[in-house]
């Protein structure tokens, strides 16, 4: 098509019809077709093998898009009524419908007739250089410059535009007339529907991994943190669908669907939590649990022979909680999950208890032992007395024998 003229502009007599076949829930004083005109695309006409000079009735310059404007503009239709009043309705309609316009022309490829016929062989090097130059414009409007598809101020995606065809299709072949505002409430149901699926889906396979036996049993408030995150990566995918959320169903769509997400976190944390309990419960009979206790007596055993070898006492107890304090933080090095600290507690009591059983005792035995030396060291001292005391007598007795002796001697 290299110009744009009357048979041209009839061939888009649909859009004329447009408002006829579409229907859209409408706001108090808003027409139809204005209400139509705010979710059409931009109107884009190409025209291919343009000879003609870019330029007004006055001979001055214009640009591609000018042109369009001059050959659609309804004032330029002088008789209405006849077939002059389908020129005018098809104008009007494209003004009012679409009201962004573009147009691009396009020289002929190439000069050669041959060529021209074969133009499915050639690459485009092999085409003008003027040729190359337009394609080069339209190929960056097309993609650095055409906007993304909205509606209602809502972006459109592929997904939903297919949606949004089936909608029009299925409506058209059931000879009902297409309403746009049911199929678009229709199309953000089915996102809203779609994220939610996506974000049970995301949690469910989350939360049955971390389910496995070979994550649990882990620390309780390590699982706590674990399906925090991993709510708020589901939760965050269905926050997606609040900017579908502008119509009053799909809002309360949207939020059954997060009432249902939330039943789902609560049950399943519920479950993963009394999974954790059990199997760090089922742990305590596993070896490496028995080796972690085997490992708790043997700690005990080496504080006995502490306190034994008199390393400490009751009037050093601060060594005794050192040795403790050390003993619980190996303890939780080796032992798993919740129940660990449930073993801990139990046997914690019965261990300072007979720690400090021990230390009592030992200061008994050296206290015993103590008053025992004592008393030995006495009878030393009174044996030793007695046996002084007898050698006085005896010393005494020998000197009075002698002092009498002599006097005897000296009396005769």
Known sequence: MGVIDERAISNLSLAAELTKNIEMKLSKGKEKREAIANITPKFMWILKDFALDL??????????????????????????????????????????????????????????????????????????????????????????????????????????????????????????????????????????????????????????????????????????????????????????????????????????????????????EEEIKSRNARLSQEYSNTSPFRQCHSKLQSAVATLEKKIMENKYNLDNTGEIKKDIDELIVEYEKEAKGPAKLQVLAKEMPKLVKKLLGSAARNNRERIDKFDSEYKLKLQEMETKTGLDKQELERLQDTEKATRDKVSSHNNP
């Open 55 to 268: 330029v007004d009735e006055y001979g001055r310059n214009i640009t591609s898009s000018d042109y369009l404007e001059d050959c659609i503009n309804p004032s330029k239709v002088t008789v209405r009524e006849g077939p002059g009043e389908s020129a005018y309705k098809i104008r009007e309609a494209i003004v009012k419908l679409f009201r962004q316009r573009e147009c691009m022309v396009f020289v002929r490829p190439v000069e050669d007739e041959m060529q021209l016929q074969n133009l499915n062989s050639l690459s485009l090097r092999d085409m003008r250089p003027e040729f190359r130059q337009q394609f080069e414009v339209f190929r960056n409007k097309i993609f650095l410059e055409c906007p993304t598809k909205m509606m209602n101020n809502k972006p459109v995606n592929g997904r939903m535009m297919g949606y949004l065809l089936e909608q029009y299709i299925k409506a058209i072949n059931e000879g009902a007339v297409p309403n746009i505002s049911t199929a678009w409430e229709n199309v953000l149901d089915s996102e809203v529907k779609r994220l939610y699926e996506n974000a049970m889906k995301v949690y469910k396979d989350e939360t049955d991994k971390l389910a496995t036996l070979s994550e649990l049993p882990i620390e309780q408030e390590e699982l706590v943190k674990r399906l925090f995150r991993i709510r708020m990566k589901s939760e965050n995918i269905m926050d997606n669908g609040s900017k579908f959320s502008d119509s009053e169903s799909t809002g309360r769509l949207q939020r059954a669907y997060i009432t249902k997400l939330s039943n789902l976190y609560k049950a399943k």
